[in-house]
């Protein structure tokens, strides 16, 4: 039990630094980074490897929540497995409803006030209604208005919620899947070669024919397929007596290396196989080795900004179009500014909003649904 609490508090401070690096990426057109730009290219300021960590843990930690639950099921047939399931479904679809609905419905409402304030038409309103349907039934992140350019990404200020769309998918599907199969092994081995055929055959076939997709579904599946099969293999005692001091030394070289690694290459297919086994092993290593990942000074920041890594990264690029928008326009006084001064201020008070509106919705939305969706009947 130790050990699981451990592992868990590792796989916090991992959250928070793909949070803190997803945050660099989406701040990366918000001033003052404009102004390193000469001492530090542009693309090392990025960090969309993120998302891959936070698949890969869903992966992880989704699945070894279902594992010994799915495998006390009776049933020889999926269709008696599946009738036994009816209850252990429910209130797992309940947990992920409540766990994940809440804080998106907050942002939506939030991008809604920013929209209704910040432009001069409806136009964006057909688009900003049908979020919702698209996020719960997982096909926001292929919405054709939302998705067609980086630009309406940021401007729209839901653009960190396409991962939910995905995610809702495996949600889904994946406790289906589990059931379909016989045992742990089978299902083991499910997870192991269908994380390698989608991250050795169908992404560079897809990728070869019609080009890297980036928010496509199965651009990801791979770090949530292979972070699903190092649930089924871990046990408390797994990694008990490697060394931490080496376990450090190698996941914070996989920590630099999903953060820099696909900033430096091209955008082919081939190229990013590495961010999603880093990924994978990342999580795998903090879910394995306790205090893998508690480095000192910053590793209380990782996990206090990993508890609070939902609301955190929900909000983000909505607080960024809001203060965008009013220290642009009314409410602050950048004529007795230089540039540089007001862009400064600009991101200061951005960061200052985000932390304290993270904390606003972590304590008074997420934290008490979610344990209102975990306890309830």
């Known amino acids: 039990m130790e050990n699981h609490k451990n592992m868990l508090e590792d796989?916090?401070?991992?959250?928070?630094?793909?949070?803190?690096?997803?945050?660099?990426?989406?701040?990366?057109?918000?001033?003052?980074?404009?102004?390193?730009?000469?001492?530090?290219?542009?693309?090392?300021?990025?960090?969309?490897?993120?998302?891959?960590?936070?698949?890969?843990?869903?992966?992880?930690?989704?699945?070894?929540?279902?594992?010994?639950?799915?495998?006390?099921?009776l049933g020889d047939v999926f269709l008696e497995r599946f009738n036994n399931a009816k209850s252990l479904l429910y209130s797992f679809f309940k947990r992920r409803f409540f766990r994940i609905?809440?804080?998106?419905?907050?942002?939506?409402?939030?991008?809604?006030?920013?929209?209704?304030?910040?432009?001069?038409?409806?136009?964006w309103l057909r688009?900003?209604?049908?979020?919702?349907?698209?996020?719960?039934?997982?096909?926001?992140?292929?919405?054709?208005?939302?998705?067609?350019?980086?630009?309406?990404?940021?401007?729209?200020?839901?653009?960190?919620?396409?991962?939910?769309?995905?995610?809702?998918?495996f949600y889904m599907l994946w406790p289906l899947i589990l059931l379909l199969c016989k045992d742990n092994n089978a299902r083991a081995i499910t997870s192991l070669l269908?994380?390698?055929?989608?991250?050795?055959?169908?992404?560079?076939?897809?990728?070869?024919?019609?080009?890297?997709?980036?928010y496509a579904t199965y651009a990801h599946l791979p770090c949530l397929l292979l972070g699903s099969f190092f649930a089924f293999i871990?046990?408390?005692?797994?990694?008990?007596?490697?060394?931490?001091?080496?376990?450090q030394i190698i996941t914070a070289l996989l920590a630099l290396t999903v953060w820099y690694y696909p900033n430096t290459i091209e955008r082919t297919y081939f190229c990013r196989i590495p961010l999603h086994l880093a990924s994978v092993f990342l999580v795998m290593l903090c879910a394995f080795v306790k205090d893998s990942f508690n480095f000192p000074i910053i590793g209380r920041f990782f996990k206090?900004?990993?508890?609070?890594?939902?609301?955190?990264?929900?909000?983000?690029?909505?607080?960024?179009?809001?203060?965008?928008?009013?220290t642009n326009s009314i409410y602050f006084p950048k004529e007795s500014f230089s540039e540089y001064e007001f862009y400064v201020y600009q991101f200061i008070?951005?960061?200052?909003?985000?932390?304290?509106?993270?904390?606003?919705?972590?304590?008074?939305?997420e934290k008490p649904l979610r344990e209102f969706g975990r306890h309830s009947k």
Not at 104 to 113: D, E, I, N, Q, Y
Not at 135 to 160: A, C, R, T
Not at 195 to 214: D, S
Not at 304 to 326: H, P
Request: hydrophobic share 55%; glycine share 6%.
């Open 11 to 73: 796989i916090e401070r991992l959250r928070g630094f793909a949070c803190l690096i997803v945050l660099i990426h989406h701040i990366a057109w918000i001033c003052p980074i404009k102004y390193i730009y000469n001492i530090v290219p542009f693309r090392l300021l990025l960090g969309e490897g993120g998302v891959f960590i936070f698949f890969a843990i869903s992966g992880f930690v989704v699945t070894l929540s279902l594992r010994d639950k799915i495998s006390a099921l």
């Open 101 to 123: 609905v809440p804080v998106m419905l907050f942002t939506v409402a939030l991008t809604g006030v920013y929209l209704f304030i910040s432009e001069t038409n409806l136009d």
């Open 127 to 169: 688009a900003w209604t049908r979020s919702v349907p698209e996020l719960i039934f997982g096909v926001f992140h292929s919405s054709e208005e939302l998705y067609q350019s980086v630009d309406k990404i940021h401007n729209n200020g839901m653009g960190p919620l396409w991962t939910l769309a995905m995610e809702a998918q």
């Open 194 to 214: 269908s994380g390698c055929l989608f991250l050795f055959v169908i992404q560079p076939v897809i990728a070869a024919f019609v080009g890297v997709k980036y």
């Open 234 to 247: 871990y046990t408390e005692d797994i990694g008990k007596n490697f060394n931490k001091y080496v376990a």
């Open 304 to 326: 206090f900004l990993g508890t609070r890594s939902y609301s955190f990264y929900a909000i983000q690029t909505a607080v960024a179009c809001f203060i965008i928008f009013y």
């Open 349 to 365: 008070i951005f960061i200052v909003v985000l932390f304290t509106l993270t904390e606003f919705v972590y304590r008074f939305i």
